[in-house]
């Protein structure tokens, strides 16, 4: 699987984790040069506190594109460092 933003393919791997119809991309597999922190939280009731992170491709942005959990509850540990996308980002094999 291939997540894709501003023609820039920004992750890349063929270990994804679906979890309510998002793919997941292990930490490892995403081109850091590309991710920028943020401040937004938000709290999923089973998954835990969600963190953003802001993608930067050829000095456009794309604010709070990607999310992942830190410290998820029990019933999502299996998405521990592994990272999501929405706002536009293509996600294809």
């Known amino acids: 699987m291939k997540a894709i ?22 930490r490892s597999s995403i081109r850091e040069a ?18 953003y992170l802001t993608l930067e491709v050829d000095g456009e942005e794309n604010e709070d594109a990607a999310w ?4 998820p509850f029990d019933a999502a540990s299996h998405i521990q460092d592994y990272v999501a ?9």
Do not use: L, M
């Open 68 to 71: 992942y959990y830190p410290e």
């Open 34 to 51: 590309y991710f920028k922190p943020s401040d937004t939280r938000t709290h999923c009731h089973w998954k835990g506190e969600a963190s």
């Open 5 to 26: 933003w501003n023609d820039q393919v920004v992750a890349e791997s063929d270990e994804t984790k679906i979890v309510e119809g998002n793919h997941y991309f292990p």
């Open 85 to 93: 996308f929405w706002k536009g980002v293509e996600v294809n094999d």
